[in-house]
């Protein structure tokens, strides 16, 4: 992406991001299939470096809040992020992810022990998986949907976005298409949405 794209980009995800007061806002940012699946017992079923590329530059520099699963699937601190998981465990113990100052991460145990954390970031990212979308999905003034053109086989242990779509409470603000290429799997489409005030 040239300089001229990345700046309406971020001015993109920004705008949504942020209430009409300045104050801060909740922002879910997933990938999911057609069906709204977002991951099977393996995890994500699908390779698309380009929208990782796009989840890492809209992420970056924030907090990223995330659940206990999706954080030993992904194994380490995403960096340059603040990185807040949430479990159940009091004795979940993450001191040794502690590296450096680019690779933070705490500990929640409540969804406002998670937004305290958070507080001071430029923005707060709900990056997944199932359980903390639910956990989020009526605080969030905005939602970052890659809709990723498959579909995948539905099992006992599909985890699943929230279902929102046929809903009024959001309105489709824009989106921008990606063909399958030689490094993406499939074809997707990031779609920005927000909650109407
Ligand atoms: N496609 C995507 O965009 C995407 C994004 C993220 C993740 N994923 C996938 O989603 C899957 C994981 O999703 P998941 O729903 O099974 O798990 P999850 O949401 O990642 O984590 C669930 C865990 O979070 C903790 N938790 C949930 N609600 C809580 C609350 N209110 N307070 C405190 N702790 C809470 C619990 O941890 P304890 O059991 O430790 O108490 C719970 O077991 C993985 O396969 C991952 O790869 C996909």
Known sequence: MNDAHNAKYYTMNDSLCRTEQNKMAICLIVAADKNGAIATGD???????????????TTKGNAVIMGRKTFESIGRPLPDRVNIVLTKNKDYDVTRWNTGPSEAVVVAHTTEQALILAHGSPMIFIIGGGEIYEAFFEMASSIIYTEVDTEIEAADDTVYFPY????QAWKLYA??????????DHAFTIKWYSRPS
């Open 43 to 57: 995890g994500i079923p699908w390779h698309l470096p380009s929208d990782l590329d796009h989840f890492k530059k």
């Open 164 to 167: 929102f779509k046929d809903t």
């Open 175 to 184: 989106f921008k298409s990606h063909r399958a290429d030689a490094r993406n």
